[in-house]
């Protein structure tokens, strides 16, 4: 275990280590990829030695946002890595790496953090609401820390706006999309994430409500329960099936670089439609 007060673990937390590099989205490019510029650059940091620590450790996530090129151009030092460096690719999307890349590595499987495990740790940190924020965190202690800082309330934030659109009618749709989705894929990525973070964990709540009839401290939206039932009510499970298609195809529209503001348009119809006052499952 860390001990997490050494100079090691403190560089480490403050992601200035020399002996850790991390590897993500390259953003200098329009689409959400790793691309084999940063994989070449990569390259060429490995032909140092490590700085400080014995061994050195590579972090590639998402490891699924390589494309075939930056895929390719690392194999070689996949199978044969540098003296005393290691590397560790992240990805909750293990099939969409290349299969030459999943044949040169082992899969570990990395679970949610245990609320029992996860709230002492919060509250350690002296943060407020630790079960609150364990169980929006979705047993994940750096989402469930970010939500801390500020990131709850920019969330629960962009769930209202987003709600308030949905049930406004044509006009306020693509009012949202005109003040939220559009610009350049890089400007406005962050939060379209969010808000579809936001409608996924909702969808979650209505199902939970649908099939069990899950109390309120056992949702995402707890502070929401009104509307978490009214959805269910409109929706039932034919509905949220719908809707689970609907964020299925937006997601990979984004992927595939289609217009943010066009994908978010054609998925906010579709909730408009499927909630529209009046419509029961």
């Known amino acids: 275990m860390p001990c997490g007060v050494c100079w090691s673990c403190r560089s480490i937390l403050r992601d200035q280590h020399p002996d850790i590099i991390q590897v ?15 994989a070449r650059e990569l390259l060429s940091q490995l032909s140092l030695h490590p700085f400080h620590a014995r061994r050195r450790m590579i972090i590639i996530d998402p490891a699924d946002a390589l494309n075939p090129e930056a895929a390719n151009a ?9 003296q005393a460096t290691g590397f560790v690719l992240v990805t909750s999307r293990p099939m969409d790496l290349l299969p030459t890349v999943r044949s040169r590595g082992q899969r570990v ?22 079960e609150e924020l364990a169980r929006l965190g979705e047993g994940c202690p750096l989402r469930a820390l970010a939500l801390a ?33 559009r610009g350049e894929r890089a400007e406005v990525s962050g939060e379209i994430a969010l808000c579809l973070d936001a409608l996924q964990l909702l969808m979650r709540d209505v199902l939970h409500r649908l099939a069990s009839g899950a109390p309120a401290e056992r949702l995402y939206n707890s502070d929401r329960l009104e509307l978490v039932d009214a959805w269910a009510d409109r929706l ?9 298609q609907a964020m299925r195809e937006a997601q990979l529209d984004l992927e595939a670089n289609v217009n943010p503001r066009l994908a978010m348009d054609a998925l906010l119809s579709r909730f408009g439609a499927e909630l529209r006052p009046g419509r029961s499952a």
Do not use: M
């Not at 690392?74 to 540098?82: D, G, R, V």
């Not at 990395?110 to 609401?129: I, K, M, T």
């Open 74 to 82: 690392l194999l070689k030092t996949l199978e044969e890595p540098p």
């Open 236 to 244: 039932g499970y034919l509905g949220l099936v719908r809707l689970d």
């Open 149 to 181: 800082e500020g990131g709850l309330q920019a969330w629960r934030e962009a769930r209202d706006t987003l709600v308030a659109a949905i049930g406004g009618g044509t006009a306020a749709r693509l009012a949202w999309s005109e003040k939220h989705a």
């Open 24 to 38: 993500g989205l390259d953003p200098e490019k329009a689409t959400p990829i790793i691309s084999v510029k940063q």
């Open 109 to 130: 499987r990395f679970g949610p953090v245990e609320a029992g495990r996860l709230v002492p740790w919060l509250e350690s940190r002296d943060v407020e609401q630790a």
